[in-house]
Structure formats: structure tokens, C-alpha cells
């Protein structure tokens, strides 16, 4: 634990005085937010059906996906798989995906599902239920089966997971007499104010702020690291919790202070990268992919070998978490030969398969073992703290008019923290238009 302390503590405002309840937000696990009521009887598939099936999911930009389709397809010549690349925008991913459920076509099979679209698919039975004893999930980690469960049912098997980490300059952080990382998202906040009071054009935080589903990302976190929610498990929005509003006013005070920069505001993956990695900030929050960027020593990176990395720290005590990203398989409910690609994702999700995905991409894997591998471990610096971060980490609210509320959610959050709105009243607002989307 650090003992570093301020020489002045930063006043937190006054609005945020009241008490916070206990517990941290929860994810989707027997949720039912949005759905208004159980959608009933789910899709069911006919395991008995084999045959050629087909792959559909965005663009495969590491090639290691079409290298293992490719490995099956030589095993089960019988039984081939068809990958059919979706576009590499998730937007548009979303949009084929439903235009060809809508149709009820038989075009896709097993689907690549980002986790935020598992309600839509569900309540709609444009997916079907999968048995929980023919699939690893007992061995998975329990906060990614929680993001393919809708009404207690599960409509898909985790293979992909990811959390966001805090990326800090150790030599900053030395120099300013702390021992270690902040534990705290205050105490944070404390140390950068610290350094940007002495360093030249040092700025002390940054991560996505843009008004795009980044943005959704950063404020469900936030929340959840200051032990609120913005739905719960029945579906009731609070985003007009104490919680929430203290998360917020967190959040818009370091923007007022200048400890995070008014150009964070049009930060996305890679600025928020790019503005670290150039030595302008002093603590980050972001994706492990960016660690061997900034780590590389062709000259790309001022800060290479200058950075450390922990879990994301929480507010008043609370433990931190992170928003969850990830990739679910699913199978469709128009599609046919289900046993095929029943079996086929648990070719994909199998130990081997997943470790080698690891190995050669950096992807976070789902099998709760493989964050013990020895291989991994000393493959990447971040495996344990990311392992850290996914135990702790929360889904997006999973609602079937998720567009809808993400959009919400971002317009509030950008006008409180560009300055437009103050806290209590926006934050009082989102909950209106929440409640409105969630029947």
C-alpha cells in the first residue's frame, strides 16, 4: 500500500457528503434490466444436426482466428467451417448481425457477439439457449458467464474477456516521494496534482472521454468503483444514486482542476495512448494492448521502461473495477446443424485453443486456469493484474434498447464533464430519461 500523502488534501465538493452504501455493482447474472418481464420460452437448437456450419464475426485482424477455423476445417472435413468476416466497425458488426436475424436467415451460424448485445439477442430468440453441462463454464471466470446470461439462461460461451488497467509513470511517481501506486482514485488525483504542479507539460490523467461508447465504458466503471450502479438487478436505473453522484463529481472536479486536461475530452483508445506514451501524462487508464507500445524501444515511446501498471484503483474505500469488454459465441435460431456448432465453439473455448490464442495475440481468455499458466505469466507483465481486474470487472447495462441508453448516458456524462451541466441536476436528468428506457 502506498504511504505517500499530500501536503494538502484537494477539498471534495460538498454535494457529495452523503453516505455511500455497501456493495459493488453487479452485472447481468440473473439481471433482467430493460426486458420489463421474462421474454418467456427461449430458442431451443437440435444438438443432433451436423454438418457444414458457417463463422460470422468482425474482421479477424490478428489472423490467428482464420488459422484455427482452418485447423478444424482439416480435422472435420465433414463438418466445414465457413468464416464470413464482418466489418471491423462493432456498430456495423451489430447492424448485419440483426438485419440477418430480423430476416431469419440461415446465413450465420455461430455468431461473435460483443457482451453488450447478449439482452437484444436473447429477448428477441434470435439466439438459442445453450446447456450448461456441454460447455467449460464452471472453469471459466465468473464474471464473464455473467456477461452471456439473460434471465438466468445462457445464450453463449465466453471466449473473450477484458479489463482496463491503470498505466502510471514510475520514475514521476519516485521523484514525487510515493512508494507505489495510488490505492485510491483520491489519492490518484492527490499525486498528479502533485507532479503537474512541477513538471512542465505534464498533465496528470487521462482515459476515453469522448462522447462515443468509450465514454459508456469509463462512467459504468466509475460508478461501480464507487460501490453504485446505474441499473440493478431487476432493471431499475440509479443513476441519481449518491453513488453515482459522488463517482461524477470526482470525476468533474479533477476536469476542473486541470489534473485531467480539457484535450482528454476528444480522448479515445488510441489519444489517451499516444498523449501517455509520449510522457504527457502521468497516470492512464486503458486496455492491456497498449502495454508493448509503450514499452518499445524503436524510438516510438518517450516513457519505455519509465511505466508500472495495477488494477484500477476505487473511490472512498471501494474496490476499483473496471467495465468489462469481450466476445461471447452464440448460435443462431435460424441456422441449422446446432450439434456442429455446438461442438466447433468448444473447440474454440478448449484450454489449448484459448492459451495458444494468448500466446500469439495478447487476448484476455476466459478460463479461469490460464491466469495461472507460467507461460503466460512471464509472457506479459500484465497478466495478473488484468486476471485482477476481470474478477472485479462490470458489464454495461444489459438492456434490449441499448443504443438508446448508451447514447444517453454519454450525452449526460460529456455535459458534466466538458463544463455544459453540473453534476447533481444532469445526473438527476439521465435518471429520467433512464427510466423511460428501461420499462
Known amino acids: 500500500m ?23 455493482v453487479t452485472a447481468c447474472g440473473s439481471a433482467k434490466p430493460g426486458s420489463g418481464s421474462d421474454p418467456g420460452e427461449p430458442a431451443k437448437a437440435d444438438f ?37 468476416e464482418l466489418s471491423e466497425s462493432a456498430d456495423e458488426q451489430r447492424v448485419q448481425l440483426v438485419n440477418n436475424a430480423r430476416s431469419k436467415s440461415d446465413a450465420y451460424t455461430v455468431l461473435g457477439m460483443d457482451v453488450v448485445w447478449m439482452a437484444e439477442f436473447a429477448a428477441n430468440k434470435w439466439v438459442v439457449e445453450l446447456p450448461k453441462d456441454r460447455f467449460p463454464f464452471d472453469d471459466m471466470v465468473p464474471s464473464t458467464v455473467t456477461t452471456a446470461t439473460y434471465f438466468d439462461r445462457l445464450y ?4 473473450a474477456s477484458n479489463a482496463e488497467l491503470l498505466f502510471y509513470r514510475k520514475d514521476l511517481l519516485e521523484k ?23 513538471e512542465e507539460s505534464v498533465f496528470g490523467f487521462g482515459s476515453q472521454f469522448a462522447k462515443y461508447e468509450g465514454l459508456t465504458v469509463q462512467i459504468t466503471g466509475l460508478i461501480a468503483s464507487a460501490g453504485g450502479v446505474l441499473f440493478d438487478d431487476e432493471g431499475t436505473p440509479h443513476a441519481d444514486s ?18 485531467i486536461p480539457k484535450e482528454a475530452l476528444t480522448y479515445k483508445e488510441e489519444e489517451s495512448r499516444q498523449a501517455f ?28 521502461g519509465k511505466v508500472g501498471l495495477v488494477p484500477l484503483p476505487g473511490i472512498d474505500g471501494k474496490k476499483g473495477a473496471s467495465t468489462l469488454g469481450g466476445l461471447n459465441w452464440s448460435i ?4 441449422g446443424n446446432h450439434g456442429t456448432a455446438a461442438d466447433f465453439i468448444s473447440y474454440l473455448v478448449k484450454e489449448e485453443s484459448q492459451k495458444e490464442f494468448a500466446m500469439a495475440t495478447a487476448q484476455a481468455p476466459t478460463l479461469a486456469s490460464l491466469y495461472e499458466d507460467k507461460d503466460l505469466i512471464n509472457r506479459y507483465a500484465f497478466w495478473t493484474a488484468l486476471k485482477e481486474g476481470i474478477d472485479a470487472g462490470v458489464s454495461r447495462p444489459p438492456t434490449v434498447r441499448y443504443a438508446e441508453v448508451t447514447q444517453a448516458i454519454q450525452e449526460s456524462a460529456y455535459r458534466i464533464i466538458s463544463g455544459e451541466a453540473e453534476v447533481e441536476p444532469e445526473m438527476k436528468a439521465l435518471q429520467k430519461a433512464l427510466v423511460k428506457l428501461a420499462p
Not at 2 to 24: D, F, K, Q, Y
Open 2 to 24: 502506498s504511504t505517500w500523502t499530500s501536503p494538502s488534501r484537494r477539498t471534495v465538493m460538498a454535494s457529495t457528503a452523503a453516505a455511500l452504501a455497501a456493495g459493488a
Open 48 to 84: 443432433s444436426e451436423r454438418g457444414p456450419i458457417t463463422l460470422a464475426k468482425g474482421k479477424d485482424t490478428t489472423g490467428h482466428l482464420r488459422s484455427q477455423v482452418e485447423a478444424w476445417n482439416k480435422e472435420h472435413p465433414d463438418e466445414e467451417v465457413t468464416f464470413l
Open 156 to 159: 453463449g460461451v465466453p471466449w
Open 176 to 198: 514525487a516521494g510515493a512508494d507505489s501506486a495510488p490505492t485510491s482514485v483520491e489519492e490518484m488525483f492527490e499525486i498528479a496534482e502533485a507532479i503537474t504542479g512541477k
Open 242 to 259: 449518491p453513488e453515482a453522484i459522488r463517482a461524477m463529481t470526482e470525476l468533474r472536479s479533477a476536469f476542473d482542476s486541470g489534473v
Open 277 to 304: 506514451q509520449d510522457g504527457r501524462l502521468v497516470f492512464m487508464q486503458n486496455w492491456p494492448y497498449i502495454w508493448e507500445l509503450v514499452n518499445k524501444t524503436d524510438g516510438s515511446s518517450k516513457v519505455t
Open 332 to 335: 443462431s435460431a435460424f441456422a
